[in-house]
């Protein structure tokens, strides 16, 4: 929860996230009022001072709740992963709600873009991720599909579906390229995160829509990775450890299918940047996967499945091959479903569209140029045996 206090905000925290005898590196706030509807905020402890684990336990019998000053949140996020006997759920639900601040920072439309504005929501973006990275790095496929599930869901779907391809794209780079850099881990978390950037410019009457569209809706909808890019282009954000060129990939090209019928520039398999590639078969198995109010989900053979049927026409086979062999689900095709190329993962759906199934699932096997491409092939050594 964020509280406005004279133009500061503040936003509450969790005792147990509380860094223990370390200099701590945000200031501790209270609210002392006795006012259920006013708020006065008092510093209990200044940033750099180290607080044992019986102070925090006198500061819990004392007050209700602690806060931090939202230009702090960038520290506080960082802090927690170096908390001792937190949960990665619990620091997940941190960054996760720190994305979502920071993404209905750029989607509610109160307000005008600035440079300034879109500057400091990259930079938010950027340590929400670098957060992600920290927790999810040695998670597979299905550690990432587990926590999804089990963190609480906002209602607006573009929020959970970007986080959610934000940690499926980092999860999925660190299976194609072992060795990845953080920096090209924070890079792919940063695409998933903002590959629907362009949708602040649709009306939310239509994104937020899981009906059936009109036609109109869906020519619209098509604008969107055309709008962020315009959006990026126009506002000449610069941060040394951002690449912006491959987010710009990310939010242009994540609708363009590898067989070369997407969207807008129907570009045709390996003229796809890497990472929207990556993002696509995020963006693709957390639509189809993840537990929504209106719509039911395929279990994770089915799902992939579905998604065997789409290589070589909507996601690339060679990332796909990884992406299964780290999921280690045996293709053995028992729903017989595919979903149409068309299909389009950013929208929320009341029902899939799953149609009987045409095409044959396609294989394809690393070959070494691919591992030079791309890395060795990562798969969990406690799952080999079902492979
Ligand atoms: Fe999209
Ligand atoms: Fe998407």
Redesign the pocket.
Known sequence: MTVIDQKVSYFSISFGLVLIDKPLPYDLYINSSTHASREKFVCILRRDNALSSSELINFREKYYQLYIKEDQRDLYLRSLMVVDNAEDLEKATVIKDSAIKYLQTIFERDHEFSNELLDETIEGCKESVESMVDVIQDYDILDVQKLIADLSFHDFY?YD??IN?AMYSISIMKALKPEASRHELVMAGMGGLL??LGKVKIPTSIINNPGKLSDDDFMIIKKHPGFGLELLNEHKCDHHEINFDIIKRVVGE?HENYNGTGYPNKLEGKEISVFARI?AIA?FY??ITTKRSYHEVLSTEDALEVMARSVGRKIDPKIFEVFRKNVNVILDGKSHQELPDDF????PQNVLPLEKAAAKIQRSDFTKKDKLDFGKVKTDPKKKKAS
């Open positions: 573009t579906h970007s391809v590959h629907d994540h993002t963006d957390d639509a389009d993962p950013c929208h």
